[in-house]
């Protein structure tokens, strides 16, 4: 993103739609990310590397009304 990072539009956006449920994909793994896409109100973080089933399931969990986030390890 030219102008910020996604944290950062995450931020910005949801202060503006509060309850809109958003899904973080990165091509970063590390966890830390995870956690920085918690922090910014995301409810979920997927790796771009990610299967096409486990990126189906995430958006289906985040829809619902659930959170999706890797499990530290």
């Known amino acids: 993103m030219p102008d910020g990072n996604g944290f950062d539009f995450t ?3 949801l202060s503006r739609v509060p309850h809109l449920p958003v899904l ?5 793994e590390d966890h830390s990310y995870a956690g920085r896409a918690a922090t ?9 590397e990610s299967s096409l089933e486990q990126l189906v399931e ?5 829809q ?4 999706w986030f890797p499990a530290a390890g």
């Open 11 to 13: 931020k910005e956006t």
């Open 24 to 28: 973080i994909v990165s091509a970063k």
């Open 40 to 48: 910014c109100g995301a409810r979920g973080f997927i790796a771009k």
């Open 58 to 62: 995430a958006v289906n969990t985040i």
């Open 64 to 67: 619902q009304g659930g959170n």
